[in-house]
């Protein structure tokens, strides 16, 4: 299953030198990150899903192979029997739509009349001279693919995740490892490097065998359950093709703050405004968010911009994320009630065997998505949700939101649900119990902020979901014309 995606990242010997060439020449002219790098550190808690993990999570820092151990986990009495972990793939390059918007950017500024290179005023350099003559490394066969930092986030995970849960994790359990993903490469090698990762904890300084190889096997491709999105009829028609269905991120774009940066890049880098627009500019910000997190460089991309600018850039996609994927439209979260039943028909399986004293099938599930994956699924269950609805018009209302796409979903970001089972319980019915963590955190429950639940409390708290919600009727589009419904 694996073997697949191998192929497919084969590319010829010319392309790759000149690639390593193209590298070789950017990191000589760009900066190495310094620890508490200023500028870099201004603009990271900005970049929404283009967030590294580390600065979603900065205490991974010093040590990012080190479990941290949240005080609010489980102990004592209760031992953990399950764990189903929902996991965004790993820091990815861009998709080649992205790429060719900055080819087209590029192309601008290289195109500028030789009076357009003046200096600043003050005598400042030309940053849009040193962005024309800065290398255009990315390549379209990139397309989002899995980059190696990606790889070595889905490795670190899985060390610190087996250190924090040894019993789960332990070698016996290997074997019974259950590994889903995406089809896109980029979710199954983050499959794949997780595994590396967990060889690395069993077997260190032993290179790892080919994961076709490894006693679980590779990550086994279920779109259904990961990318449920595509396979929902209604939001495909009303959401993902509905010209009007983003319309408050269209708005935005046109707005005076997205205005006010437009006319603010074009005068730094010395081109007409009439050149630019909303999607170009945020292109320019999301290469400094890529050069950062694939190359750990900061890129002359990253001072067309100051941290007022990366707080309206922020805001204009998580606008694309509220209403795409988050709480805009019912659909978003409701076509993900499949995958939320997943979660617990392992979870009550798990209970079930446990209570027959048997041995528990599957002590690990393992499950790799997409930030689409994700954000669905906890707009279902109540997480983030803002009193107010985001809108073109409410930008400084919403400047202390609580739906902030790059705190949640960074790249590499997981939910977790553990299950504990807790001995000297009174009643049956407090036996087991379950713990929520989100980025390696413990998330408190959406109806009541305590750290964990009673199992029967939680499965009656979401009934309505567990019980009613059925894709199959969600996703099935009314037979009457009607829009949809907006908040």
């Known amino acids: 299953m694996l073997r697949g995606p191998q192929r497919f990242i084969k590319v010829s010997v010319a392309p790759v030198a000149a690639l390593a060439v193209a590298l070789l020449s950017s990191l000589s002219r760009c900066s190495l990150l310094e620890p508490g790098d200023p500028a870099v550190s201004a603009l990271s808690p900005y970049f929404g899903t283009k967030t590294r993990y ?30 189903v972990a929902l996991i ?10 992205q790429i060719r918007k900055l080819r087209q950017l590029h192309g601008l500024l290289q195109a500028r009349g030789p009076g357009d290179g003046r ?34 986030d889905m490795r670190q995970l899985a060390l610190r995740l087996a250190s924090l849960f040894p019993a789960l994790f332990s070698l ?53 359950l990961m990318r449920f999105f595509d396979h929902c009829e209604k939001f ?21 703050e997205m205005q006010n940066i437009l006319k603010k890049v074009a005068a730094t880098l010395q ?44 805001y204009l996609n998580d606008l694309k ?41 599957s002590p690990v599930i393992l499950q790799f998505g997409h930030a689409e994956t994700l954000l669905p699924l906890l707009s279902l269950m109540g997480y983030f949700k803002d009193k107010e609805p985001l809108t073109a018009y409410n930008y400084k209302e919403q400047l202390h939101r609580k739906f902030r796409s790059g705190h949640i979903v960074p790249y590499a970001s997981n939910l977790i649900f553990v299950l504990y089972h807790c001995k000297n319980a009174k009643t049956p019915k407090e036996e087991f119990r379950v713990q929520m963590l989100l980025n390696e955190k413990v998330l408190p429950l959406a109806y009541s902020q305590e750290t964990a639940s009673l199992y029967e409390d939680l499965k009656d708290h979401y009934k309505d979901i567990l019980q009613s919600c059925h894709a199959s009727e969600e996703c099935e589009l009314p037979k009457v014309n009607n829009t949809s419904d907006e908040l």
């Open 321 to 361: 994320q509220y209403w795409k994927r988050g709480y805009g439209y019912t659909i978003n979260s409701r076509s993900s009630c499949t995958l939320f039943q997943d979660i617990f028909q392992h979870l009550d399986k798990a209970i079930e065997q446990k209570q027959r004293s048997q041995p528990i099938t």
């Open 119 to 152: 200096a600043g005023s003050a005598g400042g350099r030309d940053l849009g001279a040193a962005l024309a003559d800065w290398p255009l490394w990315y390549a379209d066969w990139m397309d989002g693919q899995l980059v190696e930092k990606g790889r070595q």
């Open 271 to 314: 081109v007409p405004v009439s050149n630019l627009n909303a999607d170009l500019i945020q292109v320019a910000f999301f290469t400094c968010s890529f050069d950062l997190a694939i190359k750990g460089v900061k890129s002359p991309w990253c001072d067309v911009f100051d941290i007022d600018d990366a707080k309206v850039l922020e």
């Open 236 to 256: 495909l028609t009303e959401v993902e093709k509905n010209a009007t269905a983003l319309y408050h991120v269209e708005a935005f774009k046109t707005g005076p």
């Open 88 to 97: 965004r793939h790993g820091t990815r390059y861009p998709t080649a739509k």
């Open 172 to 224: 016996e359990n290997y074997g019974r490892l259950q590994l889903v993903t995406s089809s896109k490469h980029r979710c199954v090698d983050s499959g794949a490097a997780f595994l590396q990762g967990l060889w690395q904890h069993y077997h260190p300084g032993l290179p790892p065998p080919d994961v076709a190889d490894m006693e679980c096997g590779p990550p086994r491709i279920n779109d259904k």
């Open 54 to 83: 580390e600065d979603a999570n900065p205490g991974l820092l010093p040590d990012p192979e080190a479990p941290r151990r949240d005080p609010e986990l489980l102990e004592d009495t209760c031992t953990p029997v399950q764990l």
